[in-house]
């Protein structure tokens, strides 16, 4: 143990006046640096898992980086990709001509690309597949139009005809579609 100094001598001499018991007695640094030293290899097994997250973390950063890296090529090849012209594909024995001439025929790209699908304009006989399936999708397209919109806010007129309509309309057709004037 080290050596005690009694608290009531400053210059830490023995004075044989004062008797002190050894409870009394200061604790000189020895315990002071033993508990040091117990708090010191604390700290270092704290500093030793400090670094140890610290490198993990510090892979973690490596590894997102790199990922980001190969995304951002990536979105660049696809930006590349896309900024090409497109291509027109040329499906077996349908050419771009019969192409127009449907959709000049009033079918539309939907249809076109179904008929393209199927065999071309030989596949629109009046009994192919073709035929009857584009017919039944006109039919359900012409009967979901034909529904009236749901808006309990207009009147029927404002359903029929636009503000514009109502506005440069004669007084004449105003009074035919009005039932209070």
Sequence with gaps: MGHCINPLTLSGKHNPEII????????????EQEQELEINLDLADDVETLKAELAKKTDAVRQLTARARNAEELVKKNREVTKQEPVVEKAAGVDLDEVIELRLDGYSKEEVSFIVKNGGRKALTDNSFVKVAIDKIREQKDAEKAIPEMDSNKSDIERKYTTEQLRTMPLKDLEKILPHA
Excluded: H, K
Aim: no cysteine; net charge negative.
């Design 20 to 31: 002190m018991s050894e409870q009394d007695q200061v604790v000189l640094p020895q315990e």
